[in-house]
C-alpha cells in the first residue's frame, strides 16, 4: 500500500512500514514544514493514505472533504516509537482493505475505521 506520512509521524513508523513492503513517502525526506493544505495535496497526487498524528486532518477529511485516498490518524502518545511502530504495523497489516478512503484511528486500545460519504455533504456515514 502507498502511504503519504506527515512530518509528524515518527520515523520508526516511517521504516517499520518500509520493513513491510509499503511505499512510504515521508514529508521530512521531501520537503519540512509545509501547509496541511500542501500536505494534502501531495497525498492526493500520489494517490496515498495519509498518515498524520495530527487531528486536524479529520476536519480537513469529512467536512471539507478534501482528502481523496484516506487518512490514518495516530493516536498514541505515552508509548515509544518502536511501541507505536508495532502497533501501526499490526493494524495496517489487519485492516489493509478497509483503509483506501476512509478515516482510521488508532488508540491504545482500540482502531476505528470511519467511512468517508462519497457525496457531496462531506459527512461521514
Known amino acids: 500500500m502507498k502511504f503519504f506520512a506527515d512530518e509528524n509521524v515518527d520515523k520508526q513508523i516511517v521504516e517499520r512500514l518500509r520493513k513491510d513492503g509499503h511505499i512510504v513517502l515521508y514529508v521530512i525526506e521531501m520537503e519540512r514544514s509545509i501547509s496541511d493544505k500542501e500536505v494534502i495535496q501531495q497525498a ?3 494517490s496515498a493514505v495519509l498518515l498524520t498524528a495530527d487531528k486536524d486532518f479529520g476536519n480537513l477529511a469529512f467536512q471539507q472533504s478534501l482528502i481523496e485516498s484516506g ?4 493516536r498514541l502518545a505515552g508509548l515509544s516509537s518502536q511501541r507505536k511502530a508495532e502497533l501501526v504495523a499490526i ?3 489487519e485492516h489493509i482493505n478497509e483503509l483506501s478512503q476512509n478515516f482510521t484511528v488508532i488508540t491504545p486500545g482500540t482502531i ?3 467511512m468517508r460519504c462519497r457525496s ?3 459527512n461521514a456515514r
Not at 487518512?71 to 495516530?74: D, G
Open 112 to 114: 476505528r475505521i470511519r
Open 44 to 46: 492526493n497526487q500520489e
Open 71 to 74: 487518512i490514518f490518524l495516530i
Open 91 to 93: 493494524a495496517i497489516q
Open 120 to 122: 457531496d455533504s462531506g
